[in-house]
């Protein structure tokens, strides 16, 4: 619980700082392609243990941000609600591993040329909920967990767009329990976001 209060009171200072700033403010949302690690299957009658890596599907993502601009340099909060699906084949069957979760990237930008500019940064996440159709959710090895975000994006006046690779930095493994079949599967995401976002206050630039 300390943890959660922590981050949530992190995050808000820093979009507080933004505003008082006078720099950008806004919404964003955008597309992801998107998979997760291994699954390890365990099963106790047979004792035979299968590894497969999930198969990338679309997902999705949408929440706010912020940007302090420091001349040719920028700090970019963001607070996001994440969906990614992966598929994984289950004795025979494919099944959608669906993960939902808070982001809080804290991005530091340069701006190259123009609209151009190119950024990088960790990014603190809180899981919310694990699911596999038909299989009982156990618990997840860490709820919070780091990646790192890096890309490049374009702005034009309150309109932006951004490309950006994510890459889970710990190993997160969820247990899942189906009659005899235990399941372990590392829930670190690794995806190729597209986002669009929408300025609600003007640049000072």
Known sequence: MKKKILLLTATFLFFIVSAQAQSSFGLKGGLSYNSNGNLSEFTTEANSIIKDKGKGKSGYNIGVYGKIDLGNLYIRPELVYTKTTSEYELNSVNQDFELSKIDAPVLLGFELIGPL???????????LDNNINGIDFDK???????GLNIGASLEFG???IDVRYERGLNENEAKFANNNTNFKLDTRPEQIIVNLSFSLTKSNK
């Open 117 to 127: 500019s190119v950024f990088a940064g960790p990014s603190f996440q809180y899981i």
């Open 140 to 146: 997840v090895e860490n709820e919070f967990t780091m």
């Open 158 to 160: 309150r309109l932006g």
